[in-house]
Nanobody
Framework: VQLQASGGGAVQAGGSLRLSCLTS????????MGWYRQAPGKQRELVAD???????NYLDSVKGRFTISRDNDENAVYLQMNNLQPEDTAVYYC????????????????WGQGTLVTVSS
């Protein structure tokens, strides 16, 4: 099982990026998918997550600027980030919880590799 994150880059403050997290084809379903970030010297924190039913949860500091979405058919998750600020600089990771895998496997948590977002002032 693999999660492939992409879309990071370097932008100026006020700019936008869209992160994507695609999964390998042997996944049947995922209960919750989310994005976390880790800035240098800081702990990894939840940025946003979304359930199969579409319920979302956001870090307070990104509310109104970031939007998480998912494609349940493709088991993919996206993060639209607008009005980026220097404090958003971090490595962003996608995470999947309660992953059902063909033919009859189950994984509680799967992490993708990180994608670096750098925001300059």
């Amino acid at each position: 099982v693999q999660l492939q994150a992409s879309g990071g880059g370097a932008v100026q403050a006020g700019g936008s990026l869209r992160l994507s997290c695609l999964t390998s084809e042997n996944i049947l379903s995922i209960t919750s998918m989310g994005w976390y970030r880790q800035a240098p010297g800081k702990q990894r924190e939840l940025v946003a997550d979304i359930t199969t039913g579409g319920s979302t949860n956001y870090l307070d500091s990104v509310k109104g600027r970031f939007t998480i979405s998912r494609d349940n058919d493709e088991n993919a998750v996206y993060l639209q980030m607008n009005n980026l600020q220097p404090e958003d600089t971090a490595v962003y990771y996608c995470k999947a919880e309660n992953v059902r895998v063909r033919p009859a496997g189950f994984l509680a948590i799967v992490w993708g590799q990180g994608t670096l977002v750098t925001v300059s002032s």
